[in-house]
């Protein structure tokens, strides 16, 4: 009886397929990557520029990820919570993210054999002026074939491995720059809605202007009607009375088109959004900075950073890798014949297998240049990584100084709209006594008119600012959140197993053949 395969023949090919198996995990390399320091400071100087200030969390005042209940606002919750349901900007970031998740499959395809299989079936005649072939001059005969080959690169120097690790580093920062989209919309959201409630307030205060200079109109026109002033207090108020209406009307420019950029961060068209107008405006939270050295972890974006660098890490070893030999194993099998039915019969069975070894041993400098392109584009992420800190660190710092001066703006400014008001009340009884001119009262209504838009346009910078802050302290985001490398391999388009180990290798080869 005939063997399928000659022990005498296998042994060489299964101890070559063995020893490149074993050798697979030997070595790895290029750098391994370490985390570069960053410049942290101690302590914010804003924070510590304002007296009690409180050193806390920002998850101990609001939930994680939720971090716009702050402003206890039911409508903000609402239109915030649909971002995720239909930012585009934000869809697109996820797509980067699962086309990121693929691409680590496609590097851990370089782990594993590859295989092909083709069967070809050809029926030739033979020219009549080339002499006599094998059947004679113009004869016709029949040619069918299946064979199967597989091939495989033993990852000797980590190059896979290391390519491996690049792309695993870049989807994690591609899930960072979904989490960096996904709060730029949040915050720009709650910014917007900012707007808007501040535009209703000013409506508010406008209408509320034009009812009092309506009553000023009135009494202007009695007295003028009594001949005791002139008809120039009458135009004076009317055109008082005029211009409040008229900017009571333009608040409406502002407020429709911020209402407009809220339907659009939704994923939704203009027509499809309307908000009703409140009373309120939102309260002005307290936003503890926490420590410095926790915003490395708590921003996407530096989150990003630091995995671009360790993606540009990874690169330097692939490069270093192309300095060694590379080895090839081959297998192949199959039948030919020129009858159909004669292919399954063992006499037209073929076989073979062998390796190759293939090494560079000059390139001009080329292997060389790659490597220094890799170390500096590494040096350049890890400048891009702590520019990226010293921006999160300015960011912090501004707002921190912006949410303290305008507190006392404001403090200020209430107590000069205090004083506004009286002096308009004054100077109103004054003129109603004949005392004054309408030309000082038409002064007094204006300044006072004008501290109050100052007052509203303070708190809506204090407003601002507190969304800004909150965004610069990573919107209650962790780095925790990114995913493992695990779970990106687990949720890869192709999901394979990592190759056995090393010692169960020899009976994952002897499995091969039944695949043929």
């Known amino acids: 009886m005939r063997t399928r395969n000659p022990p005498s023949r296998q042994k060489p090919a299964r101890a070559l397929l063995q020893l490149g198996t074993l050798l697979v995990g030997a070595c790895t390399?290029?750098?391994?990557?370490?985390?570069?320091?960053?410049?942290?400071?101690?302590?914010?100087?804003?924070?510590?520029?304002?007296?009690?200030?409180?050193?806390?969390?920002?998850?101990?005042?609001?939930?994680?990820?939720?971090?716009?209940?702050?402003?206890?606002?039911?409508?903000?919750?609402?239109?915030?919570?649909?971002?995720?349901?239909?930012?585009?900007?934000?869809?697109?970031?996820?797509?980067?993210?699962?086309?990121?998740?693929?691409?680590?499959?496609?590097?851990?395809?370089?782990?594993?054999?590859?295989?092909?299989?083709?069967?070809?079936?050809?029926?030739?005649?033979?020219?009549?002026?080339?002499?006599?072939?094998?059947?004679?001059?113009?004869?016709?005969?029949?040619?069918?074939?299946?064979?199967?080959?597989?091939?495989?690169?033993?990852?000797?120097?980590?190059?896979?491995?290391?390519?491996?690790?690049g792309d695993v580093a870049s989807a994690q920062a591609t899930a960072a720059n979904v989490a960096s989209a996904r709060l730029a919309a949040q915050g720009q959201l709650a910014a917007d809605y900012v707007q808007l409630r501040i535009a209703d307030e000013l409506k508010r205060l406008l209408d509320a202007a034009v009812t009092a200079y309506t009553e000023s109109l009135r009494i202007t026109q009695n007295q003028y009607n009594a001949g005791i002033v002139s008809a120039s207090d009458v135009a004076q108020a009317r055109t008082q009375l005029e211009s409040a209406r008229a900017q009571a009307i333009a608040t409406g420019i502002l407020r429709s088109q911020t209402e407009h950029a809220i339907a659009v961060l939704m994923g939704k068209s203009p027509a499809e959004l309307s908000i009703p107008p409140l009373d309120t405006v939102p309260p002005i939270p307290s936003v503890p900075a926490g420590l410095p050295s926790e915003?490395?972890?708590?921003?996407?974006?530096?989150?990003?950073?630091?995995?671009?660098?360790?993606?540009?890490?990874?690169?330097?070893?692939?490069?270093?890798?192309?300095?060694?030999?590379?080895?090839?194993?081959?297998?192949?099998?199959?039948?030919?014949?020129?009858?159909?039915?004669?292919?399954?019969?063992?006499?037209?069975?073929?076989?073979?297998?062998?390796?190759?070894?293939?090494?560079?041993?000059?390139?001009?400098?080329?292997?060389?240049?790659?490597?220094?392109?890799?170390?500096?584009?590494?040096?350049?992420?890890?400048?891009?990584?702590?520019?990226?800190?010293?921006?999160?660190?300015?960011q912090v710092e501004d707002e921190l100084a912006a949410l303290r001066i305008l507190a006392d703006q404001a403090a200020a400014q209430e107590a000069a709209v205090t004083a506004s008001r009286e002096a308009e009340r004054i100077i109103f009884n004054q003129y109603k006594a004949g005392t004054v001119a309408y030309t000082n009262v038409v002064i007094a209504q204006t300044a006072a008119l004008a501290s109050a838009e100052n007052a509203v346009n303070i708190r809506q910078s204090r407003l601002l600012a507190s969304v800004a802050l909150i965004q610069a302290l990573g919107g209650g985001w962790d780095a925790a959140q990114l995913p493992s490398r695990d779970r990106i391999e687990a949720d890869s388009p192709l999901n394979f197993s990592p190759l056995p180990p090393t010692d169960t290798l020899p009976g994952f080869w002897d499995s091969l053949p039944k695949l043929w």
């Open 29 to 165: 390399v290029g750098p391994n990557y370490e985390r570069p320091a960053a410049p942290v400071p101690v302590a914010y100087k804003e924070a510590a520029a304002k007296e009690g200030w409180q050193v806390a969390r920002p998850a101990d005042i609001y939930d994680r990820g939720v971090w716009w209940s702050v402003y206890d606002d039911p409508v903000l919750d609402n239109l915030e919570r649909q971002i995720d349901i239909s930012n585009q900007n934000l869809k697109s970031a996820e797509a980067r993210f699962r086309q990121s998740e693929a691409i680590v499959a496609e590097a851990r395809a370089g782990f594993y054999p590859t295989a092909t299989i083709n069967a070809q079936a050809q029926r030739t005649r033979a020219s009549g002026n080339l002499g006599r072939g094998r059947g004679g001059p113009g004869s016709i005969a029949n040619f069918f074939s299946v064979n199967e080959a597989a091939s495989w690169v033993p990852d000797l120097w980590g190059s896979i491995r290391r390519t491996v690790e």
């Open 295 to 394: 915003l490395l972890e708590r921003r996407p974006d530096i989150a990003a950073a630091e995995r671009r660098m360790a993606a540009a890490n990874a690169q330097i070893g692939v490069a270093e890798a192309a300095f060694f030999p590379t080895i090839t194993l081959n297998a192949s099998s199959g039948s030919a014949a020129e009858q159909i039915g004669k292919l399954v019969s063992a006499a037209s069975r073929t076989w073979a297998f062998g390796s190759t070894l293939a090494e560079t041993i000059f390139d001009a400098g080329a292997r060389h240049a790659v490597v220094e392109q890799n170390r500096a584009l590494l040096d350049a992420a890890i400048a891009d990584y702590r520019q990226t800190v010293l921006t999160g660190f300015q």
